[in-house]
């Protein structure tokens, strides 16, 4: 069973970059889709962004152009730039596989990422 390590996270600015990784215990390359999604306070969790074995990537409108979605399968890892930073970013951010529209279980732990104003 494939597990998955969040990394990457912290505190920063508004307007500030951070990025993310996500780190696959087993091989990646055999997974078709991988993406990233997030749960701030009193939320539910929600899609960030997604991308395919081929490269091709999906983002929720409010990151669109703000936030970039990559992977290395050598690497086994998934990774998350994030560009343009506003409060409403603040949230812990989680990897995931997914299948058929939707994440899969397990999930990692998830890292926070904290944006002030």
């Known amino acids: 069973q494939v597990q998955l390590v969040e990394s990457g996270g912290g505190l920063v600015q508004a307007g500030g970059s951070l990025r993310l990784s996500c780190a696959a215990s087993g091989t990646m390359s055999s997974i078709n889709v991988m993406g990233w999604y997030r749960q701030a306070p009193g939320k539910q969790r929600e899609f960030v962004a997604q991308?395919?074995?081929?490269?091709?990537?999906k983002y929720v409108d409010s990151v669109k152009v703000r936030f970039t979605i990559s992977r290395d399968n050598a690497k086994n890892t998934v990774y998350l730039q994030m560009n343009s930073l506003k409060p409403e970013d603040t949230a812990v951010y989680y990897c995931?596989?997914?299948?058929?529209?939707?994440?899969?279980?397990?999930w990692g732990q998830g890292t926070q990422v904290t944006v002030s104003s």
């Open positions: 995931a596989r997914i299948r058929f529209g939707a994440p899969l279980a397990p």
């Open positions: 991308i395919t074995i081929g490269g091709s990537t």
